[in-house]
């Protein structure tokens, strides 16, 4: 059985065993599925196509007795004479005195290294006693930590074949493999540790990368399929005629990106089954109108309606505008952590009593004190900032409610259907009319007293503007010094004719909106800030944003501060200032200067820098695939979706026997752990 203890494996004792178990290999699975992270190529060529320095593979035979020398302490030198065609040819092999006796006059033998034109001669990292035919010339190189050798490994791995090899049950049925041609389940492995070629092995991963998103897939297919039979019986009664005539009673109209959303949601809401979906939209395209508009068709079905923000002034603001919005039609309460004493029990009460409709807040929202009195619907905003678990405490405090997630980070959609597969996409793919595109520059720090002006011309025509201070990670204490020094400059700079405002994330709750009141109320003209202001918040005179040290920001974050500007009708500007040392920040600048469209940045940032740095590994419940990779591999993905998709909803796993050891393989997945909700 695959799942016996590695130590099983003939040759591998106690002491090899528990070494390999620091690298997680437990089982005889665990060691046949430790893949290689590269391969080394040993090619043999002629001597004439050899190159001086590069590092090459020749064959030949020894001439004569190795000579072997000494020198400072325990260091060797052996030089081996091979014949290679007509030439001879020294091979330098140093500290490596036992391979004086392995070599004899007249062995053949396949030596490795750096090769020296002039000299004719190679220093040898890797050498073999035979013909190169003998050994595949690609070898694994595997990724070690701890005591155990490469070498270690292959033989243990190449013995674990040779016992197990027939326990390596298929679990792709045939008809895929056949659709797709891809080689079995026993032969991929079996390449991917010794692949006898390029083409072979390019073979081995297109199956183990479809087979790792097929399982995937299967396993959110799966999940989706059983909550909503789980959930059946939550359709929210909504009064139709209602809710159009609060759409007509907004001061605009919805974009045609904002009704087909809309329209998605509220058939959701409607449906027997909780929704479970995520509304993608660029800052500023309008997802909090519909928001609102979903709340109040919860509200008129009789249910509360929560929405969670990530930080307080956020919370504050959209607390704000929805109380304008909705002016007496529904009772909204805040809730954060900031709100205390007679007041928060007051709100808790509210809440409890069904006598709140809409509670506003951030994860305080979801502390075991708050209970809610009917909960129906759940908006969560920007939600990859929320840990999985939260989303699920809240949402676990209703009776399934329907939960919409919102993002202002478009998630391209390669990524949304591997990390979401389990939820349903809306996108709000177009802005509401009469935007200007914002105009974007990259400028190095000599340009500052440049921009300095053009903040204070952008002021003298009666427009604000933000200044954004480097975020310093590892430490909040410089990080506010940081926003605090600037501050201070720039008061300096612009008195007594603009006044500057400051906001970082120590400030106490009621400073905070304080100075965003005088923000707000264009009080205060230029507001320093750290990236506090990152998300949401909505000054529409606000038309200018410069962010320092730019190239220390993502570009998805990057995006989202230029979001805070162009809310209004007239031309904003960002401006970055950043001196990137390295490729990657140089390209992160040119490509924020070329684009303002939230999907595109995000399929660039992606590009940059990975799936995994694209969530924040901790909180992203981003599956973690061996061989597959999701943006590369996103036709494989796509197509081991659909395959997903059929084999679920047409029941194949339990109808039809050739599907059998898949569902056993999928069965054991699920319940090893499913760290995505
Ligand atoms: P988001 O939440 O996606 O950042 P908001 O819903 O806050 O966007 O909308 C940003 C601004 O645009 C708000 O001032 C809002 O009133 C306004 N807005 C929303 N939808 C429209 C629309 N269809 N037409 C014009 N303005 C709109
Ligand atoms: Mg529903």
Redesign the pocket.
């Given at each position: 059985m695959l799942n016996e203890p590695v130590s099983n494996v003939k040759g591998i004792g106690e002491k090899l065993s528990e070494t390999i178990s620091e690298i997680e290999i437990h089982s005889v699975e665990d060691l046949l599925f430790y893949f290689p992270n590269r391969y080394d190529i040993f090619e043999i060529k002629p001597l004439s196509e050899l190159i001086h320095d590069d590092k090459v593979t020749i064959e030949g035979k020894v001439i004569g007795q190795p000579s072997l020398t000494f020198y400072g302490k325990r260091k060797s030198r052996l030089v081996i004479n091979i014949q290679v065609d007509h030439v001879v040819v020294k091979a330098i092999m140093f500290n490596r005195s036992f391979a004086k006796k392995q070599l004899q006059d007249g062995d053949v033998v396949t030596v490795t290294g750096k090769w020296d034109q002039h000299r004719l001669q190679i220093t040898v990292s890797n050498y073999k006693k035979g013909s190169a035919d003998n050994q595949s010339p690609i070898q694994p190189v595997y990724p070690l930590r701890g005591n155990v050798t490469n070498y270690q490994l292959k033989k243990i791995i190449r013995q674990a074949f040779s016992q197990y090899s027939n326990q390596i049950e298929e679990i792709i049925p045939e008809v895929y493999l056949k659709e797709y041609k891809l080689p079995n389940r026993n032969q991929a492995l079996l390449q991917m540790h010794f692949p006898t070629s390029n083409q072979m092995l390019k073979h081995a991963r297109r199956r183990l990368t479809y087979e790792e998103f097929l399982l995937f897939q299967l396993k959110m297919q799966w999940l989706r399929k059983r909550t909503r039979e789980a959930t059946s019986g939550n359709s929210q009664q909504f009064d139709r005629e209602k809710v159009e005539t609060f759409i007509e009673r907004?001061?605009?109209?919805?974009?045609k990106a904002?009704s087909n959303s809309l329209k998605e949601i509220l058939t959701d809401m409607h449906s027997p089954y909780r929704m479970n979906r995520l509304l993608q939209?660029?800052?500023?395209?309008?997802?909090?109108?519909?928001?609102?508009i979903c709340l109040y068709a919860s509200i008129t079905a009789g249910k509360q309606g929560a929405l969670m923000v990530p930080t307080e002034i956020l919370a504050e603001q959209h607390y704000k505008?929805l109380q304008d919005l909705f002016a007496d039609q529904a009772k909204i309460v805040l809730l954060t952590g900031s709100i205390k004493g007679k007041r928060r029990k007051e709100i808790l009460e509210l809440i409890q009593t069904n006598k709140a409709d809409i509670v506003i807040g951030t994860h305080a929202l979801i502390q075991e004190e708050v209970v809610f009195g009917n909960l129906g619907m759940v908006i969560v905003?920007e939600q990859h900032r929320f840990g999985v678990n939260q989303r699920r405490t809240l949402r676990d405090k209703g009776l399934n409610p329907d939960v919409l997630f919102?993002t202002?980070t478009p998630i391209p959609r390669t990524l949304a259907i591997t990390a979401f597969g389990d939820m349903d996409v809306s996108q709000?793919d177009e802005m509401?009319?009469?935007r200007k595109e914002i105009e974007t520059y990259w400028v190095k720090d000599n340009m500052l007293d440049r921009v300095l002006d053009f903040i204070k011309k952008e002021v003298e025509q009666g427009h604000q503007a933000y200044v954004i201070c480097p975020l310093i990670e590892e430490s909040d204490k410089l990080d506010i010094q940081n926003a605090i020094d600037l501050f201070h400059q720039l008061e300096s700079y612009y008195a007594p004719d603009i006044k500057v405002g400051l906001m970082h994330g120590r400030l106490h709750a009621n400073e905070k909106e304080e100075i965003m009141r005088q923000y707000a109320d264009n009080e205060v003209q230029v507001l320093v800030s750290t990236t506090v202001v990152e998300v949401?918040v909505?000054v529409?005179n606000a038309t200018i944003i410069v962010i320092y040290d730019a190239e220390r920001f993502g570009l998805s974050q990057l995006h989202q501060l230029r979001?805070r500007v162009g809310?209004g009708q007239v031309q904003s500007y960002c401006i970055l200032l950043a001196d990137p040392k390295g490729d990657v920040g140089k390209e992160r600048m040119r490509i924020m200067t070329e684009t303002t469209n939230g999907f595109e940045l995000s399929e660039q940032d992606l590009q940059l820098r990975g799936p995994g740095d694209f969530f924040g590994k901790k909180q992203s419940g981003l599956p973690e695939f061996k061989v597959a990779d999701m943006v590369h591999d996103y036709r494989a993905l796509e197509t081991a979706r659909k395959d997903a998709q059929e084999i679920i909803y047409s029941n194949l796993l339990e109808k039809d026997s050739s599907y059998f050891s898949l569902k056993k393989m999928l069965s054991r997945e699920v319940e090893k752990g499913l760290n995505f909700d």
């Open positions: 907004l001061p605009f109209k919805l974009t904002q939209g660029d800052v500023g395209s309008g997802k909090t109108a519909v928001a609102a505008s905003d919102m202002a709000i509401p009319l009469g949401g909505n529409p979001g809310r």
